[in-house]
């Protein structure tokens, strides 16, 4: 089985800054995309960032500048870092992993239980 799991969400001011970390563990050959996506009140999940295990980024549009995705492929960790936090940017944040577990074809998707950020105007 393979398990991931979020921390580092919480409240923040308009402006504040925050750092959201990933684990993955488990039986893991290896792991393709890492990513992170949120999900708004009303809203549908969106992507925020991604990153290869080669280290290419995409980020979305609103978030550009602000967000910087990293991760650590020895320990199989993404963490999210943001910057002038906006209220908008309030969201279940939750983690993902493309994962290639040992023994097994393919590859298979897994995610995180999420955690809330939430900022203040």
């Known amino acids: 089985q393979v398990q991931v799991v979020e921390s580092g969400g919480g409240l923040v001011q308009a402006g504040g800054s925050l750092r959201l970390s990933c684990a993955a563990s488990?039986?893991?050959?290896?792991?393709?995309?890492m990513g992170w996506y949120r999900q708004a009140p009303g809203k549908q999940r969106e992507l925020v960032a991604t990153?290869?295990?080669?280290?290419?980024?995409r980020y979305a549009d609103s978030v550009k500048g602000r967000f910087t995705i990293s991760r650590d492929n020895a320990k199989n960790t993404v963490n999210l870092q943001m910057h002038s936090l906006k209220p908008e940017d309030t969201a279940v944040y939750s983690c993902?992993?493309?994962?290639?577990?040992?023994?097994?074809?393919?590859?298979?998707?897994?995610w995180g239980q999420g955690t809330q950020v939430t900022v203040s105007s």
């Open positions: 488990g039986s893991i050959l290896s792991i393709n995309a």
């Open positions: 990153i290869t295990s080669g280290g290419n980024t």
């Open positions: 993902n992993a493309n994962v290639k577990r040992v023994g097994l074809p393919g590859a298979f998707s897994y």
